[in-house]
């Protein structure tokens, strides 16, 4: 009993010493988690602040972890009501055991007393029938029942006394047996209060580390669920404005497309409207792609807004190539896009075909200027609304955004 106690001790203290590290719990694992998906955020919606980033990030890893810190939570619960159950139950089975003591000592004491009175009383009996009978021994006594004296005589008074003394007697040796019977069971009750008490210690303590770990877990997911309900208070703080300024954006986008559409008009009215091969080639050749053209909710806004490009991982100060024969159309600061330059690729295919190429550092050609596929144009950045440096690479096609991706792979 008491080496299962010390082995309980053991691993309540190991529960304090040691928390559970379940999958996710070490802070260094959750930064760094929190870190990556910063950088896939900005890459995926360039121009997100970072700091908004990092709140939508840990948004989403708190998000993540909820249901697991909930089960875990209410599983701790559960551990601990049963650890009270048990602890409560051990102490009711503790007391009932140290009153059925209490109630046996006391009628071990009764009983004792009881065979005193009885002892008393069948000395007295036996002296007060000799004293009456007459017969001042007990060989007189025998001499006298042999003789066979009538029984109105002092025999026959010591027959009723003895008779007396013999039920006094009986009496006695019950009253024994009771006591006997009595010490046994209470003998039997103390062992059982002393493992009773070892049962008991140890439910405490199962008890009492069941109220840390629950206390822990509960901790946690409270954390988790104040950092999240930060994180989206922040984000609605952030969605007007956020939305303002994609409204901005697009506005930019749909204006610059506009100036190159009527521009293509233009060249298209004049006749002959063809610069190169009708083939295109990677502005940025060898360098990864970030994030491609498409449509994606915006995690702020909550709104679907188009990629309108190709995002290569280019590093700051790199050369960009025009991807065809062409004339440049504009070349310059333009905002959101940053440094811009915009080529005319004239007809491919029977559409009008133009290339962008943002968030330069430097422009290198100026608008009106006619360049042949492969020239250095710019140099890359990460200027506008840009949060790192990189080439958005856009294919306008009759003024409109398209997948670049099919014209220059
Ligand atoms: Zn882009």
Not at 244 to 256: G, H, I, S, V
Not at 268 to 283: C, H, I, Q, S, T
Not at 319 to 346: E, K, L, M
């Amino acid at each position: 009993m008491k080496r299962r106690l010390g082995l309980v001790i053991t691993a309540a203290v190991l529960t304090v010493i040691l928390p559970v590290t379940s999958a996710g719990a070490n802070p260094r694992d959750d930064k760094s988690k929190v870190d990556d998906r910063v950088k896939e955020l900005q890459q995926e919606f360039e121009g997100l602040d970072e700091d908004l980033a990092r709140v939508i990030a840990e948004r989403d890893a708190a998000e993540e972890k909820l249901p697991d810190a909930e089960a875990a939570s209410d599983k701790a619960d559960d551990a601990l009501a049963e650890a009270i159950e048990k602890d409560d139950a051990m102490a009711a089975r503790l007391t009932s055991a140290q009153n059925a003591q209490k109630e046996l000592k006391t009628s071990i004491k009764d009983g004792a007393e009881e065979i005193e009175k009885h002892k008393t009383s069948a000395a007295r009996i036996g002296r007060q029938a000799y004293q009456n009978s007459g017969i001042t021994s007990d060989l007189a006594m025998l001499l006298q029942m042999a003789e066979g004296t009538s029984a109105d005589g002092g025999i026959g008074r010591v027959d009723s006394a003895v008779r007396s003394q013999q039920r006094t007697i009986d009496n006695l040796s019950e009253q024994r047996a009771v006591n006997e019977n009595n010490e046994e069971r209470l003998s039997g009750v103390t062992d059982e209060i002393s493992d009773l008490k070892d049962e008991a210690a140890e439910a405490v303590l199962a008890k009492e580390a069941a109220q840390v770990d629950a206390k822990k877990k509960a901790d946690k997911l409270n954390d988790i669920i104040t950092a999240k309900d930060d994180a989206e208070e922040t984000i609605s703080d952030n969605k007007a404005e956020t939305e303002a300024q994609l409204q901005k954006e697009k506005e930019e986008q749909d204006r610059l497309a506009k100036k190159v559409r009527e521009w293509e008009k233009e060249q298209e009215k004049k006749g002959k409207f063809v610069y190169g091969d009708g083939e295109l080639a990677n502005p940025a050749k060898g360098y990864p792609t970030t994030s491609p053209f498409g449509y994606r909710i915006h995690p702020i806004t909550g709104a679907k807004k188009l990629h309108s490009g190709t995002d290569f991982g280019v590093p700051c100060g790199t050369p960009i190539h025009a991807a065809g024969d062409g004339v440049v159309v504009g070349a310059g600061w333009t905002g959101g896009y940053g440094n811009r330059v915009v080529v005319s690729h004239g007809k491919i295919e029977g559409d009008s075909i133009a290339s962008t190429y943002n968030h330069n550092t430097k422009v290198k050609v100026h608008a009106g200027q006619k360049v042949k596929k492969g020239d250095v144009i710019s140099i890359s950045g990460t200027t506008g609304a840009s949060t790192g440096c990189h080439l958005h690479f856009e294919i306008m096609k009759n003024g409109g955004y398209v997948d670049p991706m099919p014209y220059i792979s």
